[in-house]
């Protein structure tokens, strides 16, 4: 007798659009990695898959090995699945590197659904999104990602979307109201309706001018968008994270001191980019990279060198202000290293 962690059921469904049967298995009950992960994010009410008939061509589309998002009780999780469990769609608002893209991915693999992902600061034409006729004769159309996911389901991220093209936001508006389904009209006018485990979350960096080739969400699509979540930088200014600075020492294996600094220069940066006064500040994942580095025998001065600083800007102005940042919080390199060798 199979175990719970691996019953399946097979059935067979009617594939919308087609006319043909699509044999799919549907989970009878969640792994218990999965039954761990909606505990951990207070998820369990907000079971976005149950039910869910998935096609088995579109289970590599679950993303895999995620890493835990850690915040400061902002619960970011538990409010992105809150929305998609209610309105089916929300937006995801803030700076890059706050973890916009990492708690899309984790969703998707909580609820166990795929995740159809588009960069729309991409030059990604209508026909590639919702699909065209390919060689000669009508019987060769071939779906676009956008008319796959209306299809079969799963979470559709539309990242960048303040750098969406006006058509392609145009022709999303009639899935994302009541109306819930698609027209292509360049496929005889076929109607495809929105599958019912169908989840829209659009993601974006405010409207800025260091934002290139961003600006104002067209007002139709933006009040089809039915929560915001607002993300920020877990340490900012004299707003330190412990929870970051642990992060960063348990992915580098730096001693936590040298992470703390690490951390405090990432805050102090962060102030800086958000008063207008360097274009980038560093991410988790940017620390991460500087802190390797730091791993690998290089001082934390030097490491900086190859990584925040040069990262930040290619004006020598704006990484001599990085330069001074690093200086002032790490110290004299002699203090540095000898925390690095006697930890």
């Known amino acids: 007798m199979e175990s719970n962690d691996t019953a399946h059921r097979i059935l067979t469904t009617r594939s919308e659009g087609h006319g043909g049967r699509l044999t799919v298995k549907l989970s009878m009950t969640a792994r218990s990695g999965e039954q761990t992960l909606k505990e951990r994010y207070n998820v369990l009410k907000y079971d976005l898959g149950m039910g869910y008939a998935m096609p088995e061509g579109l289970r590599s589309l679950i993303p895999k090995n995620v890493p835990p998002y850690v915040d400061q009780g902002e619960n970011y999780v538990e409010r992105v699945m809150r929305a998609l469990f209610y309105f089916k769609q929300c937006s995801l608002i803030g700076p890059s590197g706050t973890g916009k893209t990492h708690i899309v991915y984790l969703v998707a693999k909580i609820a166990g659904i795929p995740l159809w992902e588009i960069n729309c600061g991409l030059q990604t034409s209508v026909y590639d999104l919702f699909g065209r006729f390919v060689g000669l004769g009508k019987e060769n159309w071939v779906d676009g990602q956008i008319v796959s996911w209306c299809r079969y389901g799963g979470i559709l991220y539309l990242d960048e979307a303040n750098m969406m093209k006006q058509d392609v936001a ?12 698609m027209v292509l009209n360049e496929k005889d ?46 340490s900012v200014g004299t707003k330190v994270s412990e929870n970051e600075v642990k992060l960063i020492a348990e992915r580098t294996r730096l001693p936590l001191a040298i992470a703390e600094k690490m951390t405090r220069v990432a805050a102090e940066m962060r102030k800086r980019y958000k008063n207008g006064d360097i274009p980038y500040a560093p991410s ?26 040069t990262l930040t800007s290619d004006d020598a102005e704006v990484q001599g202000t990085v330069r001074r ?9 002699d203090e540095v290293g000898e925390k690095v060798e006697t930890s």
């Open 170 to 181: 145009t022709k999303m508006n009639p899935i994302l109201d009541t109306r819930g389904h």
């Open 189 to 234: 006018n076929e109607i495809i309706p929105r599958h019912p485990y169908g989840y829209v979350i659009i993601s974006m960096n405010p409207y800025a001018a260091e934002f290139a080739g961003t600006k104002p969400l067209n007002a139709a699509f933006r009040r089809r968008m039915s929560v915001w979540v607002d993300f920020d930088y877990l």
């Open 284 to 309: 988790v994942g940017d620390l991460v990279n500087w802190g390797t580095l730091v791993a690998d025998g290089l001082s934390p001065r030097a490491a900086a060198e190859e990584t925040i600083i």
């Open 325 to 333: 940042i690093v200086s002032m919080v790490l110290g004299t390199e």
